[in-house]
């Protein structure tokens, strides 16, 4: 009896599930993933709300709008250098020799900066001069041989015309004796002969002193202009060796100066830079798509430091664009400004537009650069999400154009992470 019935109990276990019981346990587990999935999005939710909807006040930064002028402006960098600078440079190739006066020395007009040794350029221009005195020469050598050329042609011509005088002559009477019947017809014509032929040598001589006077005058002509550029290469010379006296040609501070002694130096090398250290500019480089902005004319404000600022206009676009760098000069309203000082680097913000009377609000983390964007407003212990339009904008201010009242606090914050929601809570 009992292993029977536990028998059966065994052969029970192993039949198959009736159908409804399957159904029901798939419709129960069906049930219990969604009451799970529900919990989850409800703690999610929970917790959003609990922490995403509030925010801590102290951690904000908070602006006020207000009524008042913007610019829009570019940013840039900028160098200041000095207003006026007068470069030295060698006019010859030479050795430094001895350096007179060091940077920073107050230098008067004359006042000596380098020695340089112009030995070389010395013998150059004795050269040169040697070289002009033998062309020089050769000129009046050919003046001479003209002179000598010409009165021997002269001489030979002269004598031809007496020899046909005589032929002529010798003609007339052989022409006379012949009528008498003394004479032949072949003795006038021998005299006629020899007198077509004195004439044409004549007339050789004649053309051969033209030409020989003209041959001569354009090799002395040739000759005086060779002469007259070796006189302007020796005057050119002249003034570099007097411009190798390295001295100064106006007042103001040595900036730099070349004090390596023994080296040479070639022509043009810049010895020497004195500046006038009471009035600055600024060289001014951006972006090069900012080209079509930038522009002769226009205004800059040129931070100085943290706190000062100076007003200036840009003189000259430069029109070449190096390394995709576009470079302009600034003329500064207040060219001495006591904190300019040489090679400063400095900010420029260049104004591309500007408007007065507009809202606007401290520049901050919270504006990213487009034209519409929603931003919090302040209100009582809560931050409304309003939509607004950006106008002009610079390193300091924002325009904004719509939905915002001067006076209304505006969260300028970064709230990247609170985008999607209308309304936080300021804890």
Same mark, same amino acid.
């Given at each position: ?8 109990? @065994? ?74 600078? @007068? ?14 006066? #060091? ?47 010409? @009165? ?66 354009? #090799? ?114 207040? #060219?001495? @400004? ?83 929601? #209308? ?5």
């Amino acid at each position: 009896m009992c292993f029977g019935t536990g028998l059966e109990i @065994h052969l029970n276990m192993d039949r198959e599930l009736p159908k409804y019981i399957k159904i029901k346990r798939r419709r129960n587990i069906t049930i219990y993933s969604f009451m799970t999935i529900g919990l989850i999005v409800s703690s999610i939710w929970f917790l959003r709300n609990t922490f995403q909807n509030s925010v801590d006040g102290q951690r904000l930064l908070i602006a006020t709008a207000e009524m008042g002028p913007i610019e829009s402006t570019i940013t840039a960098s900028g160098e200041v250098i000095p207003e006026y600078e @007068h470069v030295i440079t060698s006019s010859i190739q030479a050795n430094i020799q001895e350096v007179l006066a #060091s940077v920073g020395t107050v230098v008067e007009p004359g006042m000596p900066i380098l020695q340089l040794d112009k030995s070389f350029a010395l013998i150059d221009y004795e050269k040169l001069e040697e070289e002009l005195k033998l062309k020089e020469n050769s000129i009046n050598k050919l003046r001479l041989d003209l002179q000598q050329k010409s @009165h021997d042609l002269k001489i030979s011509d002269s004598t031809k015309g007496l020899d046909i005088v005589q032929l002529t002559a010798e003609l007339d009477d052989a022409i006379k004796l012949r009528d008498i019947g003394g004479g032949s017809q072949e003795a006038i014509d021998q005299i006629k002969t020899k007198l077509k032929k004195v004439q044409l040598e004549k007339r050789k001589l004649e053309y051969d002193l033209s030409i020989e006077e003209k041959q001569t005058q354009l #090799s002395i002509r040739e000759l005086q202009l060779q002469a007259n550029i070796q006189r302007s290469s020796i005057n050119t010379m002249q003034e570099k060796l007097d411009r190798a006296n390295v001295v100064a040609q106006r007042k103001g501070v040595l900036t730099w100066v070349n004090e390596n002694l023994g080296t040479t130096v070639q022509e043009g090398e810049i010895l020497a830079r004195i500046a006038n250290l009471s009035s600055f500019k600024i060289v001014g480089t951006c972006s090069n798509i900012y080209a079509d902005q930038v522009l002769s004319g226009q205004r800059v404000i040129v931070q100085l430091n943290n706190e000062e600022t100076t007003l200036g206009t840009i003189v000259q676009v430069r029109p070449t664009v190096e390394n995709n760098v576009l470079t302009f000069d600034v003329q500064l309203d207040k #060219s001495n @400004h006591a904190q300019l000082r040489p090679n400063m680097r400095t900010e420029i913000f260049v104004i591309t537009a500007s408007k007065q009377n507009v809202v606007r609000v401290t520049n901050g983390p919270a504006f990213k650069g487009t034209n519409h964007q929603n931003v919090f407003i302040v209100d009582g212990e809560n931050a409304v999400s309003r939509a607004v339009k950006i106008g002009l904008h610079n390193f300091d201010y924002v325009e904004l154009e719509s939905n915002v009242q001067a006076g209304e606090k505006v969260i300028i914050s970064d709230m990247e992470r609170f985008e999607g929601l #209308s309304n936080l809570k300021i804890k």
